[in-house]
């Protein structure tokens, strides 16, 4: 077993634990972060978990990011316009993503205010209306062209819209559909689901996620 499947693992069971105890198992909305996770996660581990994200010939020239208790720092520049770090819709997810040249300019720069936000102290129950309001400024733009974000890694663990629980991610590519909802691709949702479903429904950052089968 790799080094990088071990510290999943042990975060894995940790998050089992928790839910286990009733401790916000559902992804923690005004919570604390408690648990270091992705933070406490040395360096170099954090850049692996990115990289597993995309095919090597995309990993290995792409920008990487890693998050610090400051947020994210860059720690290589890339060659390809891709960017690879671990994100963290709740502070108990772990999501390695690498957004295409596009995304990069895009939907990537308010994922890493997202981090900056917590990194400043901001209420997690209060992060998604700041990012709604830097976008409505003007301060973030949705995608302006196609193209994708590899989420390739099995090593991802995701909160689930219908379940409400974070659960291990199938391997999947996510489409910028900015605004789109889930009527737009025929009603599907969750992870769970074979067809094409919407992320984040009716906002600038949507994506439509194509599960990727062996």
Same mark, same amino acid.
């Given at each position: 077993?790799?080094?990088?499947? /071990?510290?999943?693992?042990?975060?894995?069971?940790v998050l089992a634990l928790r839910?286990?105890?009733?401790?916000?198992?559902?992804?923690?909305?005004?919570?604390?972060? $408690?648990?270091?996770?992705?933070?406490?996660?040395?360096?170099?581990?954090?850049?692996?978990?990115?990289?597993?994200?995309?095919?090597?010939?995309?990993?290995?020239?792409? $920008?990487?990011?890693?998050? $610090?208790?400051?947020?994210?720092?860059?720690?290589?520049?890339?060659?390809?316009?891709?960017?690879?770090?671990?994100?963290?819709?709740?502070?108990?997810?772990?999501?390695?993503?690498?957004?295409?040249?596009?995304?990069?300019?895009?939907?990537?720069?308010?994922?890493?205010?997202?981090?900056?936000?917590?990194?400043?102290? !901001?209420?997690?129950?209060?992060i998604e209306s700041r990012?709604?309001?830097?976008?409505?400024?003007?301060?973030?733009?949705?995608?302006?062209?196609?193209?994708?974000?590899?989420?390739?890694? $099995?090593?991802?663990? !995701?909160?689930?819209?219908?379940?409400?629980?974070?659960?291990?991610?199938?391997?999947?590519?996510?489409?910028?559909?900015?605004?789109?909802?889930?009527?737009? !691709?025929?009603?599907?949702?969750?992870?769970?689901?074979?067809?094409?479903?919407?992320? /984040?429904?009716?906002?600038?950052?949507?994506?439509?996620?194509?599960?990727?089968?062996?």
């Amino acid at each position: 077993m790799s080094r990088l499947t /071990n510290v999943v693992t042990a975060v894995t069971v940790v998050l089992a634990l928790r839910g286990a105890a009733g401790v916000e198992a559902q992804g923690t909305v005004g919570g604390r972060d $408690t648990l270091p996770l992705l933070a406490g996660m040395p360096r170099e581990q954090q850049i692996r978990l990115a990289m597993s994200a995309a095919p090597a010939q995309v990993s290995e020239q792409a $920008t990487v990011y890693v998050l $610090t208790p400051r947020g994210y720092i860059k720690v290589r520049e890339g060659t390809n316009g891709f960017s690879c770090l671990v994100e963290r819709q709740f502070l108990e997810t772990l999501e390695p993503q690498c957004y295409d040249a596009e995304g990069s300019t895009s939907t990537l720069q308010a994922r890493l205010y997202r981090e900056e936000l917590r990194a400043s102290g !901001v209420p997690e129950d209060k992060i998604e209306s700041r990012i709604d309001e830097a976008y409505k400024a003007g301060r973030f733009l949705a995608p302006r062209k196609p193209g994708l974000v590899y989420m390739l890694s $099995t090593h991802a663990r !995701v909160f689930d819209p219908v379940t409400k629980t974070i659960i291990p991610a199938p391997p999947h590519l996510m489409f910028y559909a900015p605004h789109a909802t889930q009527k737009d !691709v025929g009603g599907f949702s969750g992870y769970a689901q074979l067809p094409p479903f919407v992320l /984040n429904e009716g906002r600038p950052d949507a994506y439509m996620i194509i599960i990727v089968r062996p």
